[in-house]
T-cell receptor, first 112, second 118 residues
Framework: DVKVTQSSRYLVKRTGEKVFLECVQD?????MFWYRQDPGLGLRLIYF???????EKGDIPEGYSVSREKKERFSLILESASTNQTSMYLC???????????FGEGSRLTVL | AQKITQTQPGMFVQEKEAVTLDCTYD???????LFWYKQPSSGEMIFLIY??????QNATEGRYSLNFQKARKSANLVISASQLGDSAMYFC???????????????FGKGITLSVRP
């Protein structure tokens, strides 16, 4: 079975803290994505990576960075968390041969 | 301009009836793909159905079908014989460019909440 695993389902952090959200997929997919989901706004793309060590900005990259050192792992980094980054974060992956995204269970981040 | 528009407010349907969830899209690409995902209250995103822009037939997957009207740029999801477990949020999404594209990404709409009444 296809599996995308996000390291934490729920996190609570303080303003200014550095936050790492980890995502691992076991499907040998080339592409990986980070979205954030907010009520009334749907899913918005933060960053994506189409190969190891490659990354591209999505629609809302400000305040975030990413790392992809290995094919199976894609990390989202909040260098200095702010309250407006309180959200649900969804990781997804896909193979280049199809468009379908496979999602993790999500990480709900609260920044106090 | 929004690339994916889902404007219906919360939808309600009686169990065992059919329901249509609307989605319109905006692209200048000739090759693109349209997706529907379901997100129950547990939060996971479940892929439901896919329609390619060059597919001549409307996609169907069990009780789900996609009413694809290319000229109107609409890709509505039809759920037949609604079940209580269909209560969830539904997202329409679009991939611009051909499917064999390493750099293509999916753009999502804002979602529609569907509630199935017993």
């Amino acid at each position: 079975d296809v599996k995308v695993t996000q390291s934490s389902r729920y996190l609570v952090k303080r303003t200014g803290e550095k936050v790492f959200l980890e995502c691992v997929q076991d499907m040998d997919h080339e592409n990986m994505f980070w979205y954030r989901q907010d009520p009334g706004l749907g899913l918005r793309l933060i960053y994506f990576s189409y190969d190891v060590k490659m990354k591209e900005k999505g629609d809302i990259p400000e305040g975030y960075s990413v790392s992809r050192e290995k094919k199976e792992r894609f990390s989202l980094i909040l260098e200095s968390a702010s309250t407006n980054q309180t959200s649900m974060y969804l990781c997804a992956s896909r193979t280049v041969n199809t468009g379908e995204l496979f999602f993790g269970e999500g990480s709900r981040l609260t920044v106090l | 301009a929004q690339k994916i528009t889902q404007t219906q407010p919360g939808m309600f349907v009686q169990e065992k009836e059919a329901v249509t969830l609307d989605c319109t899209y905006d692209t200048s690409d000739q090759s693109y793909g349209l997706f529907w995902y379901k997100q129950p209250s547990s939060g996971e995103m479940i892929f439901l159905i896919y329609q390619g822009s060059y597919d001549e037939q409307n996609a169907t997957e069990g009780r789900y079908s996609l009413n694809f009207q290319k000229a109107r740029k609409s890709a509505n999801l039809v759920i037949s014989a609604s079940q209580l477990g269909d209560s969830a949020m539904y997202f329409c999404a679009m991939r611009e460019g051909p499917s064999f594209g390493a750099n293509s990404k999916l753009t999502f709409g804002k979602g529609i909440t569907l509630s199935v009444r017993p």
